[in-house]
């Protein structure tokens, strides 16, 4: 698997993601300790993500030659249309942790589907407000990942549980431009109404939080998980505490 530096993304990327960065490295020098770099290659290289269906884009943190690097995992089309707004995302998502916001884990089936799109939900308020501080406007890549959405609600049969469902489409009905939101419950009524209920009691629980604030974000995050009554235990993690450690493994004894 190719891995590429982030001296080589800073010459290609625009002043937004530059900030991005920036913001990134100087948070990691004053939480981690040291400066961490930014690496990045292509998700299909990967065989944690290789999938026939999926376009993968994530981030996340790895040693390599002795160092923690936190890895950006892009498809092949984000790389070649140099999709700043997705890489600026991925690195968002892990400035907002060192920014004080957590997610919830879910034993013992960690980082199942439920989990992932539920901190998701959660988190995804604050990085898009990040987002637009640094001077990228995420909306146009919403309102296309909610469209996408709408087409697989009118073409096929859904084949994931219903609260999972809710999960995966309480973001687009969070985030869309209200349009879009229109069109999607449309779709929904038609063929999913169990899920649009769920899915709007969600966002309904949402507007009773502040969600830029990560400690609201949190309670919201254990609120859902009463809501729906979803399976498993449920607990808060600091994903800052595995990069602390990677970094001092890292430092010449």
Sequence with gaps: MRLYREIRLRKTADLPTVKMLDLWSSLCKKIVGVPIEVMYGN??????????????????????????????WLNRVTLDR???VIVSHEIGHWVLKLQGFRGLICEPKKHCDDEILLNSLVHHPPLYALQRSLGHE?????????????????????????KTRALYLADDLWNSSREVQARLRTSMIQRHRETLKLAEQITQSAHEYDLLDHRE????????????????VWH??????????????????
């Design 43 to 72: 998700s299909e290289e990967n065989p944690q993500f290789r999938s026939p269906s999926a376009e993968i884009n994530t981030a996340i943190p790895m040693t390599v030659e002795g160092k923690p690097v936190l890895c950006l």
């Design 82 to 84: 140099s999709n700043f």
């Design 138 to 162: 995420p909306q146009i890549e919403i309102d296309s990942h909610a469209n996408h959405d709408i087409g697989l609600l009118q073409e096929t049969e859904v084949l994931s549980a219903v």
């Design 217 to 232: 974000g949190l309670e919201f995050a254990k609120k859902i998980v009463k809501r729906l009554a979803l399976d498993g």
């Design 236 to 253: 808060e993690i600091d994903e800052i505490e595995n990069l602390i450690s990677m970094a001092e493994k890292s430092q010449p004894k």
